[in-house]
Every structure is written in C-alpha cells, then in structure tokens.
C-alpha cells in the first residue's frame, strides 16, 4: 500500500515540474525578447540601440565601436547628469559608459542614460 501512494506522489510531482516547464517554454516563444533563464534583451543590444542614437561629435570621443562598453542597471536620482526627462527620476535605467580617448583620462568615460525598455538616450552623465 504504500507503493503504491509512494507511486502517485511521484507521479503528481513530475506532472507538476513538467507542466512548470512547459509554461516557461511557451513564455519564450510567446515573448522573443525573454529567454529560458528569463533575462530580457541583452547587453549587446543596449549598447547598439544606444550607440546609433549618439551624435557623430559624441562618437569621436568614444574609444572603439561602442561595443566594450560597460551597462549596468541602475535607480536613476536627481543630480546624476543632464537628463531630458525628469519622468525617469526614481525609475529603473540603463546607464551605458562608453570608454573615452579624452587627452585627460580623469574626465573618465561618457556615461549615457536609457530608457530600459526602449533603450532611449534619456540623458548624460556629468564628467569629473
């Protein structure tokens, strides 16, 4: 007798983690932009959203392509730069910082501000 229960709480369980991922998998191929692991666009596409939006003059300050920039996802607060859109002030954003060929490498890289869904230039970070 208990076998056989030990038989159907098996077979509950596996049942169960099949239907788990059955529905991440729909998800990801509902959804292009979410992946098995769930993580949303990836880096790579920030950085050439963000580039293709940049003025050639801020480009020829920048080292490279724009592909060893560096991202990372921060709360965005008042007084970090010259941002266009105070709507943005307390929200989750990308913050792009491209390395720059500056003569004087104490004014460190250009850090632009996106939007993290429509990866818009939201604005620049100040430089030392």
């Not at 990372?72 to 941002?83: A, N, S």
């Not at 390395?99 to 104490?106: F, H, K, L």
């Amino acid at each position: 007798m208990k076998k056989i229960g030990l038989v159907i709480v098996i077979s509950i369980v596996s049942i169960t983690l099949s239907a788990c991922s059955d529905q991440n998998e729909q998800a990801s191929k509902t959804d292009p932009k979410v992946t098995h692991n769930q993580t949303k666009v990836t880096n790579k596409d920030v950085r050439e959203d963000v580039w293709e939006q940049l003025t050639e003059e801020k480009k020829e300050h920048i080292v490279g392509s724009g592909k060893e920039a560096s991202i990372q996802q921060i709360t965005l607060r008042e007084g970090m730069g010259m941002i266009k859109d105070n709507n943005f002030i307390g929200k989750e954003v990308y913050l792009v910082d491209f390395p720059s060929d500056e003569d004087n490498p104490t004014l460190g890289g250009i850090g632009v501000y996106a939007d993290s869904k429509s990866h818009k230039i939201i604005g620049f970070g100040y430089r030392d």
